[in-house]
T-cell receptor, first 115, second 110 residues
């Protein structure tokens, strides 16, 4: 069965609104989760590392005030796209490493469309 | 329910071996299947497949899609330790939906 879930699987929102994407680790607790965004030509970019109980670590060029990450518990991380614009339309995917960091499990992804 | 299943979940081989990774899917209105290689944190794009039976090749890596049986395979020949990574399969379907598999972790031992 699925190890990592994401909700919603797809969302359409209006420009200027905020949208929250959830990533849940179903089988084990995770102090770390990763958020990715898919760009044209199929490349995946690491956006940030979500850390339970502390601030997320953002990759260079990713606006922390725009992409708010909250690792609320050991099984849940949320990514909130604030004041969304059409250029934020993309596919967002999270991944969860296991406790030994030997396996990494990917969620099914969330398609965001900003109109 | 739309789903993408990769197998095996993990695989350990020795240098020089040939490996075959599998990705099966059940989606509505299939559009494309993509393979990625993930090392450390950032996946890199390998192939995109849209047509059955046409092999895509890049060096020691090749991939083919079977739209009748709903699966794709990724082959790696003469494996090297640098091939150790998680290999991800993703399927595009409907208008612009996409779903990722859980990945296959490949470990190549010297």
């Amino acid at each position: 069965g699925a190890v990592v879930s994401q909700h919603p699987s797809r969302v359409i929102c209006k420009s200027g609104t905020s949208v929250k994407i959830e990533c849940r680790s179903l089988d084990f607790q995770a102090t770390t989760m990763f958020w990715y965004r898919q760009f044209p030509k199929q490349s995946l970019m690491l956006m940030a590392t979500s850390n339970e109980g502390s601030k997320a670590t953002y990759e260079q060029g990713v606006e922390k005030d725009k992409f708010l990450i909250n690792h609320a518990s050991l099984t849940l991380s949320t990514l909130t796209v604030t004041s969304a614009h059409p250029e934020d339309s993309s596919f967002y995917i999270c991944s969860v490493p296991d406790a030994r960091d030997t396996e990494q499990y990917f969620g099914p992804g969330t398609r965001l469309t900003v109109t | 329910e739309d789903k993408v299943v990769q197998s095996p979940l993990s695989l350990v081989v020795h240098e020089g071996d040939t490996v075959t990774l599998n990705c099966s899917y059940e989606v509505t209105n299939f559009r494309s299947l993509l393979w990625y290689k993930q090392e450390k944190k950032a996946p890199t794009f390998l192939f995109m497949l849209t047509s059955s039976g046409i092999e895509k090749k890049s060096g020691r890596l090749s991939s083919i899609l079977d739209k009748k049986e709903l699966f794709s395979i990724l082959n790696i020949t003469a494996t090297q330790t640098g091939d150790s990574a998680v290999y991800l399969c993703a399927v595009g379907y409907n208008n612009n939906d996409m779903r990722f598999g859980a990945g296959t972790r490949l470990t190549v031992k010297p």
